[in-house]
């Protein structure tokens, strides 16, 4: 009787250690925060310091116009928003300026599930380069630079990198991105 419950007793650790493990593969660890593919962006950002000027952003702007998920999130860290022009957050913020607030959030927003893998191979297929549509109706175009990091460059002539890529969400996929775009 002993032995049956020493046999069953270890099944069920091995049951339980392989499922913290497969949860540990699928969870990333983006600079000290757990992204888990159970919660969707928001939830995932609302609890990443790190990211706490987009989701302020995501909250500021009441609903936000995306696609049907799956989306792309090219996630900007707070890194990135201390390098803009001092009280430009604060005026994107204000109730007035919602649709400004509304277009910047989704010019981080990709329609459809883009990997890294995926978009590598849509620069290997367009000779080099390939254009992506956000979610604003604006374009990125991303490049392979020669240390094989993805340049993203917008409309506008700004440049950024994908700093960690393939975060599983909830509603689609995270990259971080190491400016505004």
Do not use: W
């Not at 339980?16 to 593919?37: E, H, R």
């Not at 990443?48 to 696609?67: C, E, H, Q, V, W």
């Not at 993203?152 to 990198?161: C, I, R």
């Amino acid at each position: 009787m002993l032995k049956h419950k020493i046999v069953l007793a270890s099944v069920l650790l091995a049951c339980s250690l392989g499922s913290m493990a497969q949860n540990n593969i699928q969870s990333k660890n983006i600079n000290g925060s757990i992204f888990l593919p159970s919660r969707n962006i928001t939830d995932n950002l609302a609890a990443a310091p790190d990211f706490s000027a987009f989701y302020n952003l995501l909250k500021a702007s009441g609903t936000i116009n995306t696609p049907a998920p799956p989306v792309t999130f090219l996630v900007p860290g707070n890194k990135a928003f201390a390098k803009l022009a001092p009280g430009e957050l604060d005026t994107l913020v204000k109730p007035e300026n919602t649709t400004a607030l509304v277009a910047m959030i989704n010019k981080h927003i990709l329609p459809g599930k883009l990997t890294a893998a995926s978009i590598a191979q849509l620069i290997k297929q367009n000779n080099g380069s390939t254009v992506l549509t956000t979610a604003a109706g604006t374009t990125i175009t991303a490049k392979i630079d020669a240390n094989r990091n993805i340049i993203l460059t917008d409309a506008d002539g700004g440049t950024s990198v994908i700093s960690r890529f393939d975060i599983a969400v909830q509603n689609g996929l995270m990259h971080v991105v190491t400016e505004v775009l």
